[in-house]
């Protein structure tokens, strides 16, 4: 399994597309913000580890909100770039699952409770957040359509409530029920993965 | 869909089997039960209604309890046997696991909530409710776990960690974000059971 963009791997990114300074302000709050809430580290914080004059900071910022945003989309960016190179792999739709729910996943742990948990009371950030998981389940529920109708996604099932089913499913598979079966999140995302994609029954029986 | 027993059933096979007045009296309460708290119906109401005495009721029966659950027995054991006949049928797997998840369902609807919701107020109840769930998923275990060993379930699903899947997930399609996606229970038992059994992939599809 890769691993989601690090803290470091932001750094390397950002000293070859922006400034110093900016890199330095980004890893900074990141490193802040993870740590302490997004609500109580100040800009006089972030710049004081960044060693950055608050006139730097408004010359790129417009303020917090705007640079977590910032923040999340380098994040969602190099996602969505590593979404797109497995779709377009050779390996089983299955393997494809299983690695788009692993970066998800560590989507979360990477930016860690802290950084998760404040976002949602941004709102432009809440909404980036949803509108981007809206527009996945979307992208999702269109190629299940499309492959249904070649035949090759069982012809039974309502692909709209499939998915309605599935999203409500990853909702609550972090709940304790679910969590205390299996011995990881990678064994769970694998075995609930084969049991909706490959199903109960051994794929030489119909019956 | 075959009907669970109804209470008109429940007469008919007691007047085969037993005496008229015992007859009276499971129909009686089990009215009485369905309509009221099993906690607040009275022996009283109970001979009153099935025009029995007080000490015909004790012949047969030590108190409310007991009544209750010869009752619960008399459904269990008709579902029981419908299950058994389900199980030797011709049908596929699919239709079988429709069938038995819809007596289960129906099984609820038909003692209704008053009878249900005290049952589990009544240890002895309560434990026989529990121990026959038990043994029913124990059962299906270990058919999955032959099953498997004979080629015909997916050979990379843990059987006992799936088992406890459905088990977590049975209890939680009750839940409002699983029921508004469908329009109807049996809708619901029907396209998850497609999932779980067949998969997402069309059966042809291995890939």
Known sequence: ?????TNKAIISMLTANTREKQAKLIESAFGLFRKHSFQRVTIEEICSVARV??????????????????ILRLFVDDISGRIEG???STISIKDKLDRISMLKQKLVTDLGEEITGGMMNIPAARQ????LNERIWEEFQNLLQTEQ???KIN?????????????????????????GIYNSTEEMISQVN??????????????
Chains 1, 2 share one sequence.
């Open 1 to 5: 399994m890769e691993n989601v963009m």
């Open 53 to 70: 004059s608050k006139v730097t900071f408004y010359r790129y910022y417009s303020g917090k909100e705007e640079l977590i945003l910032f």
């Open 86 to 88: 497995i779709l377009k």
């Open 128 to 131: 980036y957040a949803e509108g």
């Open 149 to 151: 109708a070649k035949g």
């Open 155 to 179: 012809p039974n099932l309502d692909i709209h409530k499939s998915i309605q089913f599935i999203r409500a499913l990853g909702n609550m598979l972090g709940d304790n029920s679910f969590k």
């Open 194 to 207: 084969e049991l909706l994609v490959m199903g109960l029954l051994e794929r030489g029986k119909t019956e």
